[in-house]
């Protein structure tokens, strides 16, 4: 089982047996003003949050508290813009998150999966975001699930939308389409966020009860 995520089978049906779900111009909450910390190279542990010695960090990015970036990560904000990581959010194994052509924001209990890419995007709370998935240049609403191998590129995906295994969303015709998120995926999402919660917890205690890096 890869670390981070429960072993919990989600079923997979078909599109026609979903209910498409209409987007609408109000759906995508407007985020409050957050408290974050800057994350630089000088330590692996901000407030309640950890960082792991082999994250490559580049630009200004900033995390809330209680979230878990793992390693050989990247995250890179290129001058004039920012990477914000919410609060009891985790960004799995080998993961590149990047604010190139703009600000990238995390939202709040969010997941990243392992191998995926965020770019130059805005990711609402309480999203799941597979394995080898790509989020470039998107808006994409709270309570979304992207499944694993999906791409979403150039579009405003509605909240509690749900992107199939694979699928690619490429226009906003695509996007308004989606179907929901079933409901079993939020005890999934929920399961994976408690995981990676006890895993800054763990990581956070060994760090600053040993010898820093050697000691993780």
Known sequence: RMRGTPAVALRTTPNKLRPTRKRSPGNLKKRAVRELTRVDASSSVYGSSYVAPLVEIFG??????????????????????????????????????????????????????????????????????????????????????????????????????????????TSQEEADALPEAESDTKEFRREVLEVNREFAEGYTELYDGGEGYEEV
């Open 60 to 169: 200004d990015v900033r995390i809330g508290e209680h979230s878990f970036v793992t390693s050989n990560t990247i995250l890179r904000a290129s001058p004039d813009n920012r990477l914000e990581i919410g609060s009891e959010t985790n960004a799995q194994d080998n993961i590149v998150m990047g604010a190139l052509g703009t600000n990238s924001t995390i939202g709040d209990e969010t997941s990243i999966a392992h191998h995926a890419m965020i770019r130059d995007s805005v990711v609402g709370d309480f999203v799941f975001v597979g394995f080898n998935a790509e989020v470039v240049d998107s808006t994409v609403g709270a309570g979304a699930f992207i499944q694993h191998g999906a791409h979403v590129e150039g579009v405003e995906i509605p909240e509690d939308a749900y992107v199939d295994v694979g699928q690619e969303v």
